[in-house]
């Protein structure tokens, strides 16, 4: 199975890119983390929206076929992170890839939210977008950590 982390943005910090490679690199091939870049919609006043959605059709477009979607929302499940580990064991199980959709500053577009299969929080805290692929990656890895009896997760 590989996990798809498509996210809006490009050029990040140095420190966000080396948090998420971190992360990503501590993964088996079994559990594999690929981060696509997704071009961010050009803003400006009063075209929030129009950005938004050319963030869905990039988002949407780099999904892979067969792919399972969740989207990261604030008004998502929250997980803790043996819930996690319990989602992380299902999706290996089933075999598909999955692809999680990181909006951009101002989130995603409801086109993404009504494609996904399933709606994700990571906290009712508000994270910067760069930061969240660092979050994410993290998680993945404790969660794969307690799946697979490593010592990292130590809850």
Known sequence: MRIHLLSVGRRMPDWVQAGYDDYARRLPSECKLRLVEIEPGQRGRGNVERARRAEAERLLKAVPKRAAVIALDERGEAWSTAQLASELRGWLAGGRDLALLVGGADGLDSECLTRAERRW???????????????????IYRAWSLVNGHPYHRA
């Open 121 to 139: 929080s990571l906290s009712s805290l508000t994270f910067p977008h760069q930061l969240v692929r660092v979050i994410l990656a993290e998680q």
